[in-house]
Every structure is written in C-alpha cells, then in structure tokens.
C-alpha cells in the first residue's frame, strides 16, 4: 500500500514541484529575516515592559510623581520610548517583507522555476536601493544598541548598590535618580541603605526582572545588528547576480541579434542564388 502511494506521489509530479518550491526558497534572506524578527520582537517587548517596571520603581520607591502639564519631565520621556518602540516593531515587520520577496526575485532558483527574465534598470537599482537602506538601518540599530546600554550599566550599579549593601553592614550606600538626570537638579530623592523603602526595592521582583528585561532588550538589539549585516552580505551577493545576469542577458541579445543577421544575410543570398538559376 505504501508503495502504490509513493509511486502515485512520483508519477504526478508532486515530488518534482515540491523540491522545486524548496530550491527556490532564499534560505540565506530566510534565515536573516527569522534573525531580525527575533531581535526586533525581544528589543521591543521587553524593552517595553522594562520601561514600565522602571516607572513602578520610581513611583514606588523613589516617589517620583509625573509632573503638571505638558512638561518633559522622565515620565513623558519614557511614553515616547514606548511609541517609538511601536514603531520600529511596525516599520521592521514591513522591512523584513520587503526583503524576503526581493531575495525571492533575486534567487536563480526562481528564474528556473519561471523561465527567464528581464532584469531592468529599475531592478537594478531597487536592490542598490535596499543595500543602502539596509546599512542606514545597521548604523541605527548600533546606535540602539549603545542607547539601550545606559540603562543595562544604570541597574547594574543599582543591583551592586544592593548587593554590597546586604554583604557590607552599616555601609552608607545612597542611590540618587539626580546622577542619572532622571529628576532635576532642585528634586532630592535619595535612597540610601538602612531605610526601609531602599530594601524593599532590593528584595523586590520589579528590580530583578527589570535589570533583566533590559538586559535581553539590549540582546535583542544585537541580534537585530547581526540580521543586518547578514542582509548586507545577502544583498550584495544579490546585487553581483544581478549585475552578472544583466552582462549575460546583454552578451545573449546581442548574440542573437547578430545569428537572426547571419540567417537573413543567409536567406537572401540563397534567394538570389535561386533567382539567378532559374
């Protein structure tokens, strides 16, 4: 029974088609694209839920309050990390789309699938386009990555301030937001070891699992550049195709151009050959 099915399976074709669609899969842009998506999703989620476990930080402990107004205070600061975070989840989705279906077009594996084709100017200058883009995107991302540091160094201090604190007895360690411009000069919000508030933020969930959102953010943000410089060298060994195929698709126009003159040239002389006979 199994054998009748696998002889059905190979003498309708299937299993051609099926190894066909599978070559012409652009792993390389497949496998950047898995990469960035990953990256950007882990950058975005916890970077978001570290930004709002560090506002029930500063409410909770540091009894910062959001300020009257319009005013750009670190709350209004954080909310506009929160939106671009929004954005750069939305605009990356549409990015790596983009990508995989110009590595799909690019592939020889989708030109033997579909025949040949015409590669224009235009195409040419699309993936130029998307090289030159790409390597924007990776110098913004090395920029978010340095950006998403600060605060994986800031809860590093604070997570020693607190070790050292539980180790050292009596030690007079203070924690104060004002050395990280997170509260304006003016504004004391000090915290230090031996009070109360400063050791339940310590022993606290919110500071652990803070530190480490931020921490897999700034991983994700790495992850991202990485994707990024493997879509360059994916682009570019893209780009050499298309410039190749474009010299080869040349030198064959031309090389029928000048067999469809020999075969008039050819045509005619047989036709006056034939003509002067008769």
């Not at 698709?249 to 031309?254: G, L, R």
Request: glycine share 8%; net charge negative.
């Amino acid at each position: 029974m199994c054998q009748d099915i696998l002889s059905l399976f190979l003498s309708t074709g299937c299993m051609e088609c099926c190894l066909k669609c599978l070559r012409g899969i652009p792993y390389p842009s497949l496998i950047a694209t898995i990469l960035l998506y990953a990256g950007v999703a882990l950058f975005c989620g916890c970077g978001h839920e570290a930004l709002s476990g560090t506002v029930t930080i500063l409410q909770n402990y540091f009894e910062v309050v959001r300020g009257p107004g319009d005013g750009l205070d670190v709350f209004n600061m954080i909310d506009i990390i929160k939106y671009v975070i929004y954005g750069i989840a939305s605009a990356f989705f549409v990015y790596g789309i983009l990508l995989m279906v110009e590595g799909f077009f690019t592939s020889g594996a989708i030109r033997d699938l579909y025949g040949d084709f015409k590669i224009t100017t235009c195409g040419r200058c699309v993936s130029a386009w998307f090289i030159m883009l790409t390597y924007i995107f990776m110098l913004a991302w090395l920029g978010v990555t340095a950006f998403t540091s600060l605060p994986v160094f800031m809860y590093f201090n604070i997570w020693t301030i607190c070790q050292n604190a539980t180790l050292l007895e009596g030690a007079s360690l203070c924690l104060d937001p004002r050395q990280f411009g997170i509260v304006p000069i003016g504004e004391e919000r000090t915290l230090c070891a031996g009070s109360e508030k400063f050791f339940k933020m310590c022993e606290s969930n919110e500071l652990d699992m803070t530190f480490h959102l931020f921490v897999c953010a700034l991983a994700g943000a790495g992850a991202a550049v990485i994707a990024m410089i493997h879509y360059l060298m994916v682009l570019s060994a893209n780009w050499a195709y298309v410039k190749d195929a474009c010299k080869l698709q040349k030198y064959e126009d031309i090389k029928s151009k000048e067999e469809q003159e020999l075969h008039d040239i050819h045509s005619t002389r047989s036709k006056e050959r034939l003509n002067a006979y008769t």
